[in-house]
């Protein structure tokens, strides 16, 4: 009797024990959940990697998005921001926006310059700028911004530097600039401001440049720079100050002075040093009068005018030490006696000293030329 072929294919085949037959199948198992975890693995590092990336690219924060839309419609949606678009990332793209690309990555610069406004229609500075609580800079103008500085400017309580230019401003500078504190920057120059300095600015401890040249400013100039430990620019030229120089202006090593086209009197020596950085000093068209004979300069001086004073004594010999001396303007004053030769004097023309008292020497016509006649 045979076997059927089932029987006989059942009969040859190997038998194997339990514990063998699995070993392959456990080592297909691991292996199938190594692959799956790497996989897994990269899958999650992908995404981590396209996280960074819309981060990298799409930093604006809706919020502050919101308020520059809002600003935008207050300007009355000028064509100077028609790249103020939700389509593209205000720290990107939009003109005159700047983020933090650091811990915040929040709007902390904002430029508002040349705003085409309509001819007899001008603006007041939109008051919601200040709902970009991390703005550290703002700068506006050249525009025809009118009416006040908006007084919601004090909700930011980071800022810096806050420059309002060439606009139509008018009115006093407000007292409650002095509140905010952490402003390091200040210029309010090329508008319509009159009144005084607020002697209150002496609160912003923080303070290292003022500029308000070319405003409407009267009275003294506020007796307040002793506040001001690390104080570098002063720009106070073409207003209507008048009196005397503060003291503690002389206290203050500043690189950048420029108090010309003013009606300030009396002694400015207190303004010079020997050791002094300053770079810039311009006291022109004023009323000023002081020993210059008596006075040390410098030895960074690169730009010097005191021209259109009352400003008497000689010329000190040690201005043709002053190596980076490049200009010079001492016209229209009372000095007297030979002007040093030499040093950085050699290049200073003769217009420099014209309608002085009696100074005389190269490149005017020498003393003795001078006494004999």
């Known amino acids: ?15 194997r024990s339990p514990h063998f037959s699995s ?5 297909t198992t691991l292996t199938t959940i190594i692959m799956h975890s790497s996989t897994i693995f990269q899958f999650c590092f992908l995404l981590q990697l396209v996280a960074i990336a819309l981060c990298a690219t799409q930093q604006c924060h809706p919020e502050d998005q919101k308020a520059l839309l809002q600003i935008k419609k207050d300007l009355n949606n000028p064509t100077a921001l028609s790249s103020w678009k939700t389509t593209a990332d205000c720290c990107r793209h ?6 933090d690309r650091g811990k915040t990555h929040r709007v902390n610069f904002l430029n508002l310059d040349h705003i085409d406004m309509k001819p007899g229609h001008p603006l007041s500075i939109p008051s919601s700028i200040a709902t970009l609580p991390y703005l550290n800079t703002i700068q506006l103008g050249p525009a025809n911004f009118t009416g006040p500085i908006p007084r919601s400017l004090l909700n930011l309580t980071n800022l810096k530097d806050l420059s309002i230019t060439s606009t139509l401003l008018s009115g006093t500078i407000p007292e409650f600039l002095s509140q905010i504190t952490t402003l390091t920057d200040l210029s309010l120059s090329f508008n319509n401001l009159s009144g005084e300095i607020p002697a209150s600015l002496s609160r912003l401890s923080h303070l290292q440049s003022l500029d308000l040249q070319s405003n409407s400013l009267s009275g003294p100039i506020p007796d307040i ?8 620019f002063l720009w106070l030229s073409s207003n209507q100050l008048s009196g005397k120089i503060p003291k503690s202006m002389g206290n203050i090593n500043v690189t950048y002075l420029y108090l010309d086209n003013n009606k300030l009197e009396g002694d400015a020596s207190m303004l010079f040093g020997s050791k002094k950085d300053t770079w810039t000093i311009n006291l022109a068209r004023n009323k000023l009068a002081f020993d210059l004979g008596k006075v040390e300069f410098s030895n ?10 009352q400003i008497y004594g000689n010329i000190p010999q040690q201005l043709t030490t002053v190596r980076d ?12 006696g030979k002007i040093p030769g030499g040093g950085a004097l050699s290049n200073i023309v003769a217009s420099a000293y014209a309608h002085n008292k009696c100074l005389c020497g190269s490149p005017l016509p020498s003393c003795t030329r001078r006494r004999s006649s």
């Open 325 to 336: 001396l490049t200009s010079m303007d001492l016209s229209y004053n009372n000095l007297c």
């Open 94 to 99: 939009w003109k005159g926006v700047s983020c």
């Open 23 to 27: 070993q392959p199948k456990i080592k």
């Open 225 to 232: 720079f002793d506040s001001f430990p690390n104080f570098s």
């Open 300 to 309: 960074n001086l690169q730009i010097l005018d005191l021209s259109h004073n």
């Open 1 to 15: 009797m045979h076997a059927s072929p089932i029987q006989t294919s059942t009969i040859n085949k190997p038998v």
